[in-house]
């Protein structure tokens, strides 16, 4: 069972609980939209950015987005196929918005989840993003309770 009832939120919620926690964690250099016309960015920053907590800086330009699979938490729940088909759209939307001049290339990528997420579902979102957010994919110190992959 989840430390935290995410689930229980809905994608709305979940995405505004989202951006507030990043905007108290970097600041007001993190921009944030809701519903959808956030054109892919649930929350960006176009310059670098310092975490408050770690004192670790991430390169600019960034993107934040939040990704809730409905039921993940839920007994026998399965909601890492969900999860990496979600990841693969961004990627592609990622792509297409990069090639359009809609966005610079990214530097720095953050996905925030409701699903629990193994290693192995790390390495395949990470090997999945690598080649449109470069050079680095951020991965949180491991904490009880975390749901977000950086």
Excluded at 51 to 77: C, D, E, H, W
Excluded at 103 to 122: G, V
Aim: hydrophobic share 35%; charged share 20%; aromatic share 12%.
């Amino acid at each position: 069972m989840s430390r935290y009832e995410l689930d229980q939120l809905g994608f709305y919620q979940f995405e505004w609980l989202v951006q507030v926690l990043v905007k108290n964690e970097y600041g007001f250099a993190v921009e944030a939209w809701g519903g959808h016309s956030d054109h892919g960015r649930d929350a960006y920053s176009h310059k670098n950015i310092q975490s408050v907590t770690r004192g670790v800086s991430y390169p600019g330009p960034i993107v934040f987005q939040a990704k809730f699979v409905s039921g993940a938490n839920a007994a026998g729940a399965k909601p890492l196929p969900a999860l990496l088909a979600a990841c693969r759209h961004e990627k592609k939307r990622i792509e297409e918005r990069i090639t359009k001049g809609q966005w610079a290339q990214l530097q720095s990528y953050f996905l925030y989840t409701n699903a629990p997420i193994e290693i192995s579902t790390r390495k395949a979102i990470k090997n999945l993003l690598a080649r449109r957010v470069r050079p680095t994919l951020h991965q949180p110190h491991k904490r009880r309770g975390n749901s977000s992959y950086q």
